[in-house]
């Protein structure tokens, strides 16, 4: 028996200052088909480009993955993204999920939530806590968490994470509690307008300031870490000097870019691993107290509110064990800049 198509009634609004006219109906239990007419001040713009205006709670990237697929088409024909409008076309979007809600569990973990409104929240995440799950990680994270705090993410991608921190590495990190937040931070994010900055404690004495500008890619043999490699991504560090013990250097970092293990793999590329960073070269060593996971923590975190368009910022002083190395580090002998 063929598949029976269920129409609601279609709707239509106008839009009074664009002169838009709109139309929605369901098509089906996962699918729905949405028309607009492009305003006449779009005349000029690509296709992708004008439906990123018209449809701001989505990324650009999605609306091109359905413009590629042929869920979308003007004045009833399939267009290259990249194909200009021309003003009053007809673009029918035929809409699919992107993905089921999330089947991860929903866990009563603690959280220490330093901001939230109804767009965002901001999470001072502890060492020790996977953000979210994966192979052999299926419970027990920061994703499980927020579930539990808020089940309406289970609908969004990733429960709302748009950027993580390692399991091991403390401090903050911003969630989306909305599709519009959502797409905002990501934007953000790809536009490298999110400022992330993180204290760090790295071996060996580091007299200046410095740029590290180096790609990083997978490493060819050891497959769960990354390294410098001149095929690699674009990743460029900002270092700057906050205190000089001698044995160690207490850093402050500035990512312009985010690639995985970034800070890590820079800094054990110029010879200065964090301290207690095995995976990166930091071998045990007399001269440095013993520490139990990277010297690393993500201090301070800055975006533009999604929902008000404000610029805002939080900072996170660092956890225990990392304020009692640096001390530790200090009483040993500090050097004057």
């Known amino acids: 028996m063929p598949h029976a198509v269920r129409k609601a009634p279609e709707t239509r609004a106008r839009d009074a200052s664009a002169g838009a006219v709109t139309s929605t109906e369901q098509v089906d239990d996962a699918a729905s088909r949405t028309a607009q007419y492009v305003p006449s001040e779009f005349v000029g713009a690509r296709l992708d480009q004008a439906l990123a205006r018209m449809l701001p709670a989505h990324s650009r990237t999605r609306l091109k993955s359905w413009i590629d697929a042929g869920l979308v088409t003007v004045d009833g024909e399939r267009w290259d993204a990249k194909r200009r409008v021309e003003g009053g076309e007809r673009i029918e979007i035929r809409t699919l999920p992107d993905a089921p809600p999330t089947l991860d569990q929903a866990e009563d973990i603690a959280l220490h939530v330093i901001f939230e409104d109804g767009a965002i929240i901001v999470v001072d995440k502890p060492a020790g806590l996977v953000v979210h799950p994966g192979s052999g990680n299926r419970a027990g994270t920061l994703l499980n968490a927020l579930l539990h705090r808020h089940p309406s993410l289970a609908m969004l991608p990733r429960a709302g994470i748009v950027h993580r921190l390692d399991k091991d590495t403390s401090g903050l990190l911003a969630v989306a509690k909305t599709p519009e937040a959502h797409t905002s931070l990501v934007r953000q994010l790809a536009a490298r307008t999110v400022m992330r900055e ?3 404690v790295a071996k060996g004495d580091i007299a200046r300031p410095t740029i590290i500008d180096a790609p990083i890619g997978r490493h060819p043999v050891q497959r769960t870490t990354m390294a410098v490699m001149a095929k690699g991504k674009p990743a460029r560090t900002h270092v700057e000097i906050v205190e000089r013990f001698g044995s160690a250097t207490l850093l402050r970092c500035k990512l312009e870019t985010g690639r995985t293990h970034q800070i890590r793999v820079h800094l054990a590329a110029i010879g200065h691993p964090l301290v207690g960073d095995s ?9 440095v107290p013993q520490f139990h996971r990277q010297a690393l923590h993500a201090a301070r975190l800055g975006l533009v509110h999604p929902a008000t368009g404000k610029s805002m910022g939080w900072n996170a002083p660092p956890p225990a064990d990392l ?11 500090r050097l004057t800049q």
């Open 323 to 333: 304020a009692t190395l640096i001390d530790a580090l200090r009483a040993r002998g």
């Open 279 to 287: 995976a990166y070269g930091a071998r045990r060593s007399a001269d």
């Open 198 to 200: 993180y204290l760090a």
